[in-house]
T-cell receptor
Framework: GQNIDQPTEMTATEGAIVQINCTYQTSGFNGLFWYQQHAGEAPTFLSYNVLDGLEEKGRFSSFLSRSKGYSYLLLKELQMKDSASYLCAVRDQEANTPLVFGKGTRLSVIA | DTEVTQTPKHLVMGMTNKKSLKCEQH?????MYWYKQKAKKPPELMFVYSYEKLSINESVPSRFSPECPNSSLLNLHLHALQPEDSALYLC????????????FGSGTRLTVV
């Protein structure tokens, strides 16, 4: 089975940096994904990590440590529009296994 | 075209009704998915189609019946639903099941009364 854990809610200030953590326990591993979902809208793909290390994409970066079963999403220069849920999803060892999502972290950005 | 289009956006149906949700993509993706999402919960996988064949059914009740008439279209037929089936139904597609990038549709908000 799979167990994916993220904080339920976080609050951060506009212009600041926030780190959203995700820990996972899976029988295998074939990639970790971060999605952003605004209320009532579809999830949108943010990042993909399959090897250890940091992947940077503009204001968003994602880090993976496979040995620790740990990832984080780093958001810099926060904007009000970044208020959303951030979903961590994992694919276990088989490449054709669909994504399983964590419960998501609801981020509120305040002025 | 880089979108997954779902219709209708909102649907209210009675427990004795029969309705269908539609999902369409023209990106040449060969894997298509149905997810169900309740409020403040993550998306939960229901079905996966790969090359127009059903490859995964996550023990979904038979009142939900998927159909993939061609590589661009995915339907979800609904019959005799329960109020607890009210949720956001999300369709997604990817190049094939191993490709990491899912494109999601904006979903159908279903209310069963």
């Amino acid at each position: 089975g799979q167990n994916i854990d993220q904080p339920t809610e976080m609050t951060a200030t506009e212009g600041a940096i926030v780190q959203i953590n995700c820990t996972y326990q899976t029988s295998g591993f074939n990639g970790l994904f971060w999605y952003q979902q605004h209320a009532g809208e579809a999830p949108t793909f943010l990042s993909y990590n399959v090897l250890d290390g940091l992947e940077e994409k503009g204001r968003f970066s994602s880090f993976l440590s496979r040995s620790k079963g740990y990832s984080y999403l780093l958001l810099k220069e926060l904007q009000m529009k970044d208020s959303a849920s951030y979903l961590c999803a994992v694919r276990d060892q088989e490449a054709n296994t669909p994504l399983v999502f964590g419960k998501g972290t609801r981020l509120s950005v305040i002025a | 075209d880089t979108e997954v289009t779902q219709t209708p956006k909102h649907l209210v149906m009675g427990m004795t009704n029969k309705k269908s949700l539609k999902c369409e993509q023209h990106m040449g993706h060969r894997a298509m998915y149905w997810y169900k999402q309740k409020a403040k919960k993550p998306p939960e996988l229901m079905f996966v189609y790969s090359y127009e064949k059903l490859s995964i059914n996550e023990s979904v009740p038979s009142r939900f019946s998927p159909e993939c008439p061609n590589s661009s279209l995915l339907n979800l037929h609904l019959h005799a639903l329960q109020p607890e089936d009210s949720a956001l139904y999300l369709c997604a597609s990817s190049q094939d099941q191993s490709y990491y990038g899912y494109t999601f549709g904006s979903g159908t908000r279903l209310t069963v009364v």
